[in-house]
C-alpha cells in the first residue's frame, strides 16, 4: 500500500491541508569531567514516552506546540536535572546542552559556577546571596585570581598589578564607561551592571583575544538574558533593594507560517543607601547618599533570523557630606598619637550617567551580523567647601594612669580649608558592526578503533569587526587648598598674603575620535580537536595625537589526554584526567581618554601617546575528584613588558596623571585557584595570586636634570593577594546555608605627589576582611515544601560586614606638628556593620 502514498499526500493538499514541519529538541549529556553519558533517560512532560542517549551521548526529543516542553534527565550516579525549552518558531530547532553535575543553585543567586568556556575565559552565573557591602557584581570579579581590591565600597578592582582604568567591561558587546571625577569608594555608588539581569559573565585577566578592545589589563564580557518566559523578583535589605521583571510577547501565529514575530522584555530597578555603612567613619556628620538606577533590554524579533536590541540605562549617583568631627588614633603602641579635628562645611556629589544602545542582528546557524550604534553620556559634578581646625597630640599609654587613652601633650595645631568647583560634562558616541561565521572545516579520518563514527570535522570560526568612536569633554576644573600649622602659611614681607598649598583652574573643551578594527580566526586541530588556535589582530587609529597602532595577539590551548579519553570512554579502564595546557601572547595598547592627558596643574597634554604592554602568559588546568566530588584547578604565570606608561598617584580611587610618557616597567606574577564542591551540591572556591610589578622613571630633577628613578613598586603592587568563598549548609535541614568571604592582600606603596613620586617613602597596611552571611530559604527550598503558587522561592538573609573589626587604610590626611614634621593620619573603611535581606523570585 505504500504506492498509494503520493496520492494520499496530493488529495489532502487540495483539500487545503498543509504539511507542519516537525520541531526537535536536541543535544548532548555530558557528566563533570565533560565526558558524554550513555543511556541517560529522558522524560518528556507533554508524553508518556521515554528517550534515551545514544552511545555518543546525543538525543533528540520531539517539540510539541503550544505546551510546556519540560525534560527530566536521570542517570544513575546522578541528581536528576530538569530543563525547560523556550518557544520554538515551526521547523525550528533547539539545541540544550545538559551537564548533570552542573546545576543551578534551587536559591536564585547562591553561589557562583566557575568553568572555562571556549577554553579561554572565566564564566560566572549572577549569584546574590554572598554577602556583599556594595551589593555590587563586581565583588565576585575581586575574588578572582590576578584581581585585587582595597576597598570594600568600590566597584573598581586592579588586575594583574594595573589600574582602574585599565579593565575593559562590555555589556551585550556595548562597551562600558565609568565616571571620571570620583574621588572615594563612598561617592562612587552603583556601577553598570546590574545582577539582576545578568545571564554570565566572562572574564580574562590578560592575553585576551582580538576581538576585545584596547585596554591594558583586562576584560569582562557581560551578557544579559534573553527570557524564555514571564518572571520577576524583588529584594529588599537595609541598605536598599532592587526589583526586575521579564518577559516575552508573542505575536499570533498562522498554520504554515514558519516566522513568527515577538517581543521581549528585560527590566530592572535598583537603589542603594550607604548611610549605616558611612556611619562607621571616624568622620561623624550626617551623611546622606541615594543611588539608583533603571535599565531596561527590550528586543523585537521580526522573524526567526533578524532581530532588534535595545539597551537603556540611566544611573544617578548623589553623596552629600556635613562634616561635624573626627578623632583618630594610631601609630605604634610605643607611640600612640590621636588627632581631633572640628569641621564645618559640606561636600555635595551627583554623578549623572545614562546610555542607549541600538543593535540589528542578523542571526542564523553559521552566521551572525551584528550592527550597532550607542551613545553614552555623563554629567559630574563635584562642589565641596570643608573648613578644619585639628589637635595633635601623644596619647597616654599608661593602663594605671586617670587619663590613659587621652592625649597627654600637645605636639601641633593647625587650620585648613578646602575647596573644590569642579564639572565635567563628557559623551562618547559608536557606530560599529561585527560579524561571526562558523566553518566546519576538512573532514579527516578518526583514528579511534572503537569509535562510533569514522570521521571527524576541524571546526573554524572567523570573527572581525569595524568601530568608529567620538568624543567630546567639556570640563572646569578649580581646586584649592589652604594648610596652616601655626601660621606658617603666611607670608614674610606681607602679613596680608596668604599662601595656598595647591591650587588648580582651568577649563577645556575637548574631541577626540578614534577608528578601530579587528580580525581573528579560531581553528580547532589534532585528530580529536584537542588543539584549539586563536590567531588575530586589532587596529587602532586616534585623530587627537595622530597616532596608529596594531596588536597582533595568539592563543593556543591543548588537551593532552582528550584522544585517550575519547578511545577508552566506553572502556571499563580509568581515564586520565582532564588537562587543558594553554598560552597566550599579544600587544595591548591603551590610546589615552581624557584624565591620562590632564596634568596636575590642570593643563592638558593632547600629544600624548598610548601606553603599551606585552602580555606572555601560560598556564594549565585540570578537573580531579576528592571525596567524590568534582573539583577543578587553574594556573597561570604570566609576564607583561610595559613602556609608554603614565606615572600616577593613587589617592583612595581617585587616579591623578602626571600627563607624560615617562615610565617604562614589568609586572610577573602566578595565579591560582581551586573551585568545587567541598560541600556537596554548594560551589566554593580558594584564589592566590603572587605579584610584582615595578617601573622605572624619567622627570626633571631640581637642577633641571633629566634623570631616572631607580626601580620603584607601582601604585598597584600587591604582592600576595588571596579570596576564599566556602558556603556550607546544615547537613539535617539544606534550606539553612551559611557563605563565608575572606580577602586578603599585602601592603601597597603610597606616594605623594611632585617630586616625592620619585622615592618610596611610605605604603598602606595590609588589607583583611571577613564577611559572613547566613540564609533561610522560605518558599521552593529543599527541605521547604513549596505553598504557593505565585512565588517560587523566597529566602531571607543576615549578613555581618567586616565580622572581626579590622581598621583597614585607604589613604592619609596629611598634618603637620609645630616642628613642621609631617603625619600621616589614616583614613580607615567602614567597620562592622549588619544588613537584613529577603528576596523573593515570582
Not at 361 to 377: G, H, I, P, T
Not at 835 to 841: P, Y
Request: proline fraction near 3%; aromatic fraction near 14%; glycine fraction near 8%.
Amino acid at each position: 500500500m505504500s504506492f498509494l502514498k503520493p496520492f494520499f499526500t496530493i488529495l489532502l493538499i487540495g483539500l487545503g491541508y498543509q504539511s507542519i514541519a516537525q520541531s526537535y529538541i536536541q543535544g548532548y549529556v555530558y557528566n563533570d569531567s565533560n565526558q558524554v553519558l550513555k543511556g541517560v533517560k529522558i522524560k518528556s512532560s507533554v508524553n508518556e514516552e521515554l528517550y534515551f542517549t545514544d552511545s555518543l551521548g546525543y538525543y533528540r526529543v520531539p517539540y510539541v506546540k503550544k505546551k510546556r516542553n519540560a525534560l527530566t534527565f536521570e542517570y544513575k550516579g546522578f541528581k536528576p536535572y530538569t530543563a525547560i525549552a523556550p518557544t520554538l518558531f515551526e521547523d525550528e530547532d533547539y539545541t540544550l546542552t545538559i551537564r548533570l553535575n552542573d546545576q543551578v543553585q534551587t536559591i536564585r543567586g547562591s553561589g557562583v559556577k566557575g568553568k572555562v568556556e571556549e577554553r579561554s575565559d572565566i564564566v560566572l552565573k549572577p549569584l546574590n546571596s554572598r554577602p556583599s557591602v556594595s551589593g555590587d557584581f563586581s565583588d565576585f570579579v575581586k575574588s578572582l585570581a590576578g584581581v585585587s581590591s582595597n576597598n570594600e565600597l568600590s566597584s573598581q578592582y586592579n588586575v594583574r598589578g594595573g589600574s582602574y582604568d585599565e579593565n575593559l567591561v562590555y555589556v551585550n558587546d556595548i562597551e562600558i564607561y565609568r565616571p571620571q571625577l570620583i574621588r572615594s569608594g563612598q561617592q562612587e555608588g552603583l556601577s553598570f551592571i546590574n545582577p539582576d539581569l545578568v545571564n554570565n559573565v566572562k572574564f580574562s585577566a590578560g592575553g585576551f583575544e582580538a576581538k576585545y578592545g584596547d585596554k591594558l589589563s583586562s576584560v569582562l564580557d557581560v551578557q544579559y538574558r534573553t527570557p524564555k518566559q514571564f518572571s520577576s523578583g524583588v529584594q529588599a535589605g537595609i541598605m536598599g533593594g532592587s526589583v526586575y521583571t521579564e518577559g516575552l510577547l508573542k505575536a499570533k501565529q498562522r498554520v504554515g507560517v514558519k516566522d513568527s514575530t515577538r517581543l521581549t522584555y528585560l527590566i530592572g530597578a535598583r537603589y542603594r543607601a550607604n548611610r549605616n555603612l558611612l556611619n562607621s567613619f571616624d568622620a561623624q556628620g550626617l551623611y546622606r547618599s541615594k543611588f539608583y538606577d533603571f535599565q531596561s533590554l527590550l528586543t523585537y524579533h521580526f522573524n526567526r533570523y533578524n532581530r532588534l536590541e535595545c539597551l537603556i540605562n540611566y544611573a544617578q549617583n548623589r553623596y552629600s557630606f556635613e562634616p561635624e568631627y573626627q578623632e583618630t588614633t594610631f601609630g605604634t603602641f610605643q607611640n600612640t598619637l590621636k588627632v581631633k579635628i572640628g569641621m564645618d562645611g559640606q561636600e555635595i556629589m551627583d554623578y549623572q550617567a545614562g546610555m542607549g544602545a541600538l543593535s540589528w542582528v542578523f542571526q542564523k546557524k553559521r552566521v551572525e551580523l551584528k550592527w550597532m550604534a550607542s551613545a553614552f553620556a555623563s554629567n559630574e559634578s563635584e562642589h565641596y567647601d570643608i573648613i578644619g581646625a585639628y589637635e595633635l597630640g601623644e596619647v597616654d599609654n599608661d593602663i594605671g594612669s586617670n587619663t590613659f587613652g587621652q592625649i597627654k601633650s600637645l605636639i601641633g595645631k593647625g587650620f585648613f580649608i578646602n575647596h573644590g568647583r569642579n564639572d565635567l560634562y563628557f559623551n562618547v558616541m559608536n557606530l560599529a558592526h561585527q560579524g561571526q561565521i562558523k566553518f566546519n572545516g576538512p573532514k579527516t579520518k578518526r583514528p579511534l578503533s572503537n569509535a562510533s563514527i569514522d570521521q571527524l570535522r576541524h571546526p573554524a570560526k572567523w570573527v572581525y569587526g569595524l568601530k568608529y568612536q567620538a568624543e567630546q569633554f567639556d570640563d572646569r576644573y578649580k581646586e584649592w587648598k589652604y594648610n596652616d600649622s601655626g601660621g606658617y602659611s603666611m607670608g614674610i614681607s606681607n602679613d596680608s598674603a596668604i599662601y595656598l598649598s595647591d591650587q588648580v583652574s582651568a577649563k577645556h573643551v575637548l574631541n577626540n575620535s578614534r577608528l578601530s578594527a579587528f580580525t581573528q580566526w579560531h581553528q580547532a586541530l589534532g585528530n580529536v580537536n584537542q588543539i584549539s588556535l586563536t590567531a588575530g589582530c586589532r587596529y587602532l587609529y586616534t585623530a587627537l595625537n595622530d597616532q596608529t597602532m596594531v596588536s597582533p595577539r595568539l592563543q593556543l590551548y591543548y588537551e593532552p589526554n582528550k584522544a585517550y579519553n575519547q578511545l577508552h570512554k566506553h572502556d571499563s579502564i580509568p581515564l586520565k584526567k582532564n588537562l587543558l595546557i594553554k598560552a597566550a601572547w599579544g600587544v595591548y595598547y591603551q590610546a589615552p581618554f581624557y584624565r591620562e592627558m590632564r596634568q596636575f596643574d590642570g593643563q592638558l597634554n593632547t600629544l600624548l601617546k598610548a601606553q603599551r604592554s606585552i602580555h606572555y602568559t601560560a598556564g594549565v588546568e585540570f578537573g580531579f575528584k576528592s571525596s567524590s566530588r568534582p573539583f577543578k584547578f587553574s594556573g597561570e604565570f604570566f609576564y607583561k613588558d610595559l613602556d609608554y606608561l603614565v606615572p600616577y598617584i593613587l589617592d583612595n580611587i581617585r587616579i591623578r596623571y602626571y600627563a607624560n610618557n615617562a615610565a617604562r616597567g614589568y609586572a610577573t606574577g602566578i595565579d591560582m585557584r581551586v573551585n568545587g564542591e567541598f560541600i556537596k551540591g554548594l560551589e566554593s572556591w580558594f584564589s592566590l595570586s603572587l605579584l610584582k610589578t615595578d617601573e622605572i622613571i624619567r622627570y626633571v630633577n631640581s637642577q633641571n636634570e633629566t634623570v631616572e628613578s631607580p626601580w620603584l613598586r607601582r601604585p598597584t603592587d600587591r604582592r600576595i593577594t588571596a579570596a576564599v568563598m566556602f558556603q556550607d549548609e546544615l547537613k539535617t535541614n539544606k534550606d539553612y546555608r551559611v557563605h563565608l568571604m575572606l580577602n586578603y592582600g599585602s601592603s601597597l606603596p603610597f606616594y605623594l605627589s611632585g617630586q616625592y613620586r620619585y622615592e618610596q617613602l611610605y605604603s598602606i597596611p595590609s588589607y583583611k576582611r571577613v564577611d559572613i552571611g547566613f540564609s533561610k530559604v522560605l518558599i521552593g527550598g529543599v527541605n521547604t515544601k513549596k505553598t504557593s503558587r505565585t512565588i517560587k522561592n523566597m529566602w531571607v538573609g543576615f549578613d555581618v560586614y567586616n565580622l572581626l573589626q579590622i581598621n583597614n587604610v585607604i589613604s592619609y590626611l596629611w598634618i603637620k606638628d609645630y616642628n613642621n614634621q609631617t603625619y600621616g593620619v589614616p583614613n580607615y573603611l567602614t567597620g562592622r556593620r549588619i544588613n537584613l535581606r529577603l528576596v523573593t523570585a515570582f
